[in-house]
């Protein structure tokens, strides 16, 4: 069956443009999660859902990201005016529930000139 | 503060070699461990977790609370092992749902 599936999976985009970047889980999936991964590091917690409300932003690093998941489904992550500190590699994964094993997508590649 | 710690950043053995990859700990309730691993061109994946208690492509880990650590063994190492591996830490039931991972271990094992 389709793992969980992200897009782009690469962006480069210049310093102060916004970035979109999608996540299409597991079907009957219940809980999202977005980490980020700089190079060297391990993936980092951003935010993550359950159905559609999101139950912890507290990884976000400040106001110019955001997120949502409006149908319970595919997410979108969303940084503004987007900064170089921000090029990362940006990981989704979904579970069955909150405690089930959680199972990654490829990730998006993001590059900020 | 939840913290997991992976001290080395490399580590290189020979086909049929035991291998160790330490993973230690920093959790104030009771912990669920877990490790990822991510083979070259693929997507991150579970290796196993401590709760499962499941020996997995030959690998083991046994949490020691006592010292804080929840290290991967393998008492014969293969080539196809080579890939990073990620010690992570979390959701546990009542705590937080996000999985706080450590720096990994890039393993390499030489024919």
């Known amino acids: 069956g389709a793992g969980v599936s992200q897009s782009p999976r690469y962006k480069v985009t210049k310093r102060g443009q916004d970035v979109a970047l999608r996540c299409d889980p597991i079907?009957?999936?219940?809980?999202l999660y977005w980490y980020r991964q700089a190079l060297g590091q391990g993936p980092e917690f951003l935010t993550y859902f359950n159905y559609e409300a999101q139950q912890d932003k507290s990884g976000l690093p400040n106001d110019r990201f955001s997120a949502e998941r409006p149908e319970g489904s595919i997410s979108t992550l969303t940084i503004q005016r987007t900064e170089q500190r921000d090029s990362a590699m940006y990981r989704c994964a979904s579970s069955f529930g909150t405690y089930n094993e959680q199972f990654f997508g490829p990730g998006t590649r993001l590059t900020v000139l | 503060a939840q913290r997991v710690t992976q001290p080395e950043k490399l580590l290189s053995v020979f086909k049929g070699a035991p291998v160790e990859l330490k993973c230690n700990y920093s959790y104030s309730g009771s912990p669920e461990l877990f490790w990822y691993v991510q083979y070259s061109r693929q997507r991150l994946q579970l290796l196993l977790r401590?709760?499962s208690r499941e020996s997995i492509k030959g690998f083991t880990a046994d949490l020691n609370k006592g010292e804080t650590s929840f290290h991967l063994k393998k008492p014969f190492a293969q080539e196809e092992d080579s890939a990073m591996y990620y010690c992570a830490l979390g959701p546990s039931q009542g705590g937080s749902e996000k999985l706080v991972f450590g720096k990994g271990t890039k393993l390499t094992v030489n024919p």
């Open positions: 079907s009957g999936h219940v809980s």
């Open positions: 401590h709760i």
